[in-house]
Structure formats: C-alpha cells, structure tokens
C-alpha cells in the first residue's frame, strides 16, 4: 500500500490541471447535496451543470468532460433518467463517479437499482464503507447515509469490487482507501467534521468526476480529489470551531488550493 | 405557563440526549430548507436521511427514530409519498414532526391536503402564528411562507389544536409557545435574524423529531429543540452583524452546545 | 450610455423600497439555487416562497407582489408548471423576470421551450452574455451554465432582444449591461467570484424581481438590483478570501445594505 497526500508533486499538479482545463461536469444528485457539490466544483476551477431538465439528460452526458451521480437523485429524477445519463455518458465515453449513497441502510429496492447501473461501468466508485461493502453484495450496515463501519474494514471489500467491475473504488473515512484491484492508495488526513456537514461525501464524488477528467486516470483523479480534500479539510478544521463555519470554510480552503497549486 | 431556557437542566440534558444516542431521523422537506435542516440534525448529533427516493417512503419511517414531514415537500414529491411516510410512521409507532409551512397563504388545496395529514396523528405540529391559526381552521393570514401575526395571538389556538388532535402544538416567534392541550410553556429568547435565514424554521421541525426521540416525550422534546435554538441563536447573534452569518453562525452554536452538553 | 452605482440616490433608494414595502415574491427556481436565492430576498427585506407545491402554481402567482422563473425549474418541476405560473402572473398583471439559465448550451428541446415562454412578457429577461446571445436567436455559445463571451459583446444582443420582446434585458459580466430597447445602462463593480459561487446569477433574478415591485418599472428595478449586487459583492470580496466565505458575506452585505439604506 502507498500513501498519497497533497504536497506530493504529481497530485498537486493533478489538483491544478483542473483549474487550467476548467472542465464542464454534469451531474445528477440529490438536492440536499447540491447547492455543496456545486460550489466544490467551482472552487476547484470546473464549471458544474447538475439536473434532469428537459433534454439535459441525452445532451450534457455526452458534452460534458466528466459526469457523476448520486443516487438518491432518485429523490427528484426517476429512475430512466438516471440510466439514461450513465448509459450516454458510458457510450459517449465520457468518465463517469458513482455514488451510491445510503446502499444498504435498508431500502432494497433503492439498493437494486444503484447495483444495475454498474452495466454502466463507472470509471469511480465512491462511498463510505457501509455503503460499498453492501455495494459489493455484503451485509447492509448502514444507518440511513451514514456509515457504521470503519474505512479501514472495506479495504479488502473496496480491493475486490474493484477487480470485479473494473472501476476504481474509493472508501471514505478517517483514513481513505482507493483501489483500481490490484494497488491500494491510502490518503490520511480530513477532519472528523467532513461527517458532520451534509453532503460532504457528496460533492467529493463531484470532485473525483473532475480530477479523473483532469489527470485522465480514474485511480490518479480519485487520489488527487482526496488528498485535496483530506488537505483542505485540516486547513479549514484549524481555523473554525462549529460545523456550520468548517464547511464554509471547507470550500474557501479548496479554492485558495486552486489559486496557489 | 411555565417559562423553560436552555439553561435548565433538563432542557440542557434532553439536548445532550441526542448526541449521546445519534438518532436516525428521516424527513420529507422542501429542497430550498433540505440543506440546512440536515446540518442543524447532524449539529446536534443526529443522522439525517431525506427524501423521496425509491422506497425510502415505505422502509425509513419504519426503521427511523424519528420523522420529520415539512409539507412543502410537495414541491418535488407527491401526495402519495407525504402520505405513505405519515401513514408509516404512524403505524410504526415513529414519533413524527409535521411542519405545515404557508398553510393558510391563499393555496386551499394544499391547505386541505395538510390538513389530512393529522389523521396520522403527529406527534408535534410545529409552525409560526399564521399557519397554525390556519391549521385550527381560523382565517388564513399568511404571506407566502411568512407569517403576519404574532406568536402570543396563537397561544389559545395552538392549546386547543393541542387539545383537538392530541399532538403538541409549537408557536414559533419572537417567544415561542408549546402546548399539550393542558400546560402551555413558554421558549423566550432567539434572535429576529432566525426569520431571515430561509429554512430556519424548517430546520426547527427536524431537531424537534429528533429531541422527541432523544427525550421520549412529545412536549418535553419540543421544549428542548426551541431552547436550543433560541440559545443558538442568541449567541449566533451576539458575533455576527448579516444575515448570511448568522445562519453559518446558528449551526456552529448547536454543534457547540451539543458539544459541551 | 448612462452608468449607475448603488451611491445613486435613486439606486440607494430603490433597494431601500424593497425592505420597506416587504413584498410577496413567488418563484419557480432549480433546487441548486433555491436556497441562496431565497436568503437573497430575506436579506434585501423581501419575503420569498418558491416551488410547484400542489395549488401554488396557480394561486401564488397572482397572489404575489412578484415573480421569478428560472428555467433549470424544470429539474423537478413540469413544463406545464412553469407555463402556468408565467402565463397566470402575466394575465394577473404581477411583473416576472424569466431567467434563462443554460440556454444555448448543447439541448435544444430545453431552449426551445425556454423561448416558448416569451409569449407570456416579461417584465425583464436576466441572463450571462451566451443564455442571451442563444435567447435572441444566436450562435449557442454556453458551456453548461457558463458562459464562454463577455457580457459587453452582448450589449446589441440585448438592445434588440429588448426591442422585440418588450422586455427590459440585463446581462451579467464584469461590467453589467441593462437596456429597454432605447437605453442601454451600464453597472460596474462587483467581484469575479459572483461567478464561482454557484447560484449567485440564478439569485439576482429573484432579487430583480423584487427590485422591479419595489421601484414600479422595469428598467429601474432591474439597475437597482444589479447596482446592489455590485456594491454588495465589491464589499464581500474586500473581506473575504475564499469563495465559500465569498457567499456568505454577499448576503451579508445584501442585509447591511438593506438596513443602512
């Protein structure tokens, strides 16, 4: 296993390339998460469109740089537009994050749908443990969108998906484990307050969609959208108190890395 | 009538109650306030889940701790769903939060629709002085989400709503009244910015599902999540000058509270 | 060309109006906006309602002091629910502004029915250079919701949209251009992180909806709103770094503003 972080050179760099490309990246996701996702992509330098307007699901999938989708967009979109964006997106060949939030805390029918779209051949995967490990077929351990298990227990759940889909599988938590199968990154750092703001996981799959674009590798986006994240989580958590502040702070610290990568 | 402030000790433990058992709290809410009430409920320590996605409407409510319905939910799902999640929680025995926002605005099919809602017996119906004079059938006074009357001019209605539904009935305003049907008790303090930050009250809703669950008490939870916030605010206050501030402000002031609970 | 600045005693006074009239503003918005547009019009002293809930589509709008409609609505509510509010607030004489986000990005169906909508005069069309470029007929130009050409390429576009719609016509950029078919009026100032807080176009749509009750005209309310939103952002960026705290502090100023003017 090696360990990734911000200050190595090659992720730093893959952290600017998105600014100087300033990629457009569309998405499906849920409005909780957003109006976050949203204003990460912009911190970073990408210009986000996210939605089910009218023909935007044929026509933004195949136009875009990069695509993600979050789940529970089944809240506002049903389900035909959801595939309709991952099938356009995997034929246009356009790089495209899975987020399968809230995949095993219960609600089987939400979990089979978000399995079928693996058809689909994400180049990411990306959640917290509970999340893939139910992804994977195993015992659902969710509560609601949050995790009960540690990142650390998916490693191997994380390692194995990945040989499986193809797709490289990111796990969020204290430290974050990203595999394309055969190799495994682990990124430290973040916060303990990244739990605490909604739809922070969210807008890291966002994040991801833009780092794979801009590095053009699912496994090197994956860790560069991490270890900027992990880095600007510290930046914000030593400088706020409450949680409300750190995610505001959150996205400030993303954009100044932006400016001065 | 009785006067509580955060303060009190049992007010202060309730509130601590909901960090030290993380409940699972589920909600149907409105996409301009889904954001900030997921990260009041997360500053406070519980875990948020929103939505009408798949089946979330028929498993979470079951599997909650506590259910939150803001009727303004409508906008993006439909009346199947609002009632689907009522009926649910009802029959689950899930304590839950209805929050009917601009009834009594001039819309008298959605007023009608809110209205059927009580058949699943709330166990809090949470509101400003116009909705909740509307609720009880009196002369709607609304505008749009905005109340023109004050909260002391509902203290009788929201007593006899109490009385008639047997749900707790909330006045939010400048002091916010909590009735049961037989005592009424008294919330003074918060801050007249808590009306300019949109979804305010919203969030107010889904803290009071989860203080119901934390204190196993429909009154005594309402009473915890209106002194919290009026605590919250008061200090949210006392450090910032606008009102874009002062919501980031709100939030850090509840995890802070939950924190030194 | 004229120029104006929020220091003109008729822009200060106009958005002065805005708080003291306290006006109903109704819209139909996209769930990534809808909550900074709302705390935009509570800041200003307006009080907002937004979504296709059951009967509002037909009862707010005519209700309302005034309307917005952004078209990206169509993410989670129907067409038949935008025409409706635009065709019912036009007939009821309320004054709407359209907001054409993302036209001329890539989805024909979505522009088409975006054009459709001038049937229902509006009292101003808001847009970046490209949405108003496609608007008018041209060259589709946009890159999701950015646009890729500076607002003063589009200061004939605008002039003669105008001109044939009947609408007054306001273009954001560094320099925002504002012309009635006759006029054209020129509003420097702002910050370049307008552009990279996501939702800060789609909210002064609202806040001119606002501006254009208040003031009684359309060419006016649309300058007052803008030269607001400049002088706001001008002092938003001078104490901030960051764009998370960027967005925070715009509101901020749009409430300070309100209060000292």
Redesign the interface.
Same mark, same amino acid.
């Given at each position: 296993m090696t360990t990734a972080r911000f200050d190595d050179s090659a992720v730093r760099d893959g952290y600017a390339e998105i600014a100087r490309r300033g990629p457009?990246?569309?998405g499906l996701t849920?409005?909780?998460?957003?109006?976050?996702s949203?204003?990460v992509l912009?911190?970073a330098g990408a210009?986000?469109?996210? $939605? /089910? *307007?009218?023909?935007?699901t044929t026509?933004?999938p195949a136009?875009?740089n990069a695509v993600w989708i979050n789940?529970?967009?089944?809240?506002?979109?049903d389900?035909d537009s959801l595939r309709r964006v991952a099938r356009t997106a995997h034929e246009a060949g356009t790089p495209w994050v899975l987020d399968p939030v809230?995949v095993g805390? $219960? /609600? *089987?029918?939400?979990d089979a749908?978000v399995r079928g779209l693996l058809e689909f051949r994400p180049a990411v995967i990306r959640g917290n443990a509970s999340e893939l490990i139910a992804l994977a077929g195993g015992a659902a351990t969710g509560?609601?969108?949050?995790t009960t298990v540690d990142s650390s227990d998916a490693v191997s759940t994380a390692g194995e998906l990945a040989a499986r889909t193809g797709s490289v599988v990111a796990v969020s938590g204290p430290v974050d484990y990203i595999s394309d199968g055969s190799r495994v990154v682990e990124v430290p750092g973040g916060d303990v307050r990244l739990?605490?703001?909604?739809?922070a996981g969210c807008a890291l799959g966002a994040l991801t969609a833009a780092a794979v674009f801009a590095t053009g590798d699912a496994l090197q986006g994956a860790v560069v959208s991490h270890a900027a994240y992990a880095e600007a989580a510290e930046r914000a958590g030593a400088r706020?108190?409450?949680?409300?502040?750190f995610?505001?702070?959150?996205?400030?610290?993303?954009?100044?890395l932006a400016e001065s990568a």
């Open positions: 457009f990246v569309y849920n409005y909780i998460a957003a109006n976050l949203a204003n912009l911190a210009g986000p469109a996210i $939605g /089910a *307007a009218s023909d935007w026509t933004f136009g875009a789940t529970a967009a089944l809240m506002s979109s389900e809230a805390a $219960g /609600a *089987a029918e939400y749908f509560k609601g969108v949050e739990t605490r703001v909604t739809g706020t108190t409450g949680t409300g502040s995610g505001v702070a959150l996205v400030d610290e993303l954009s100044l």
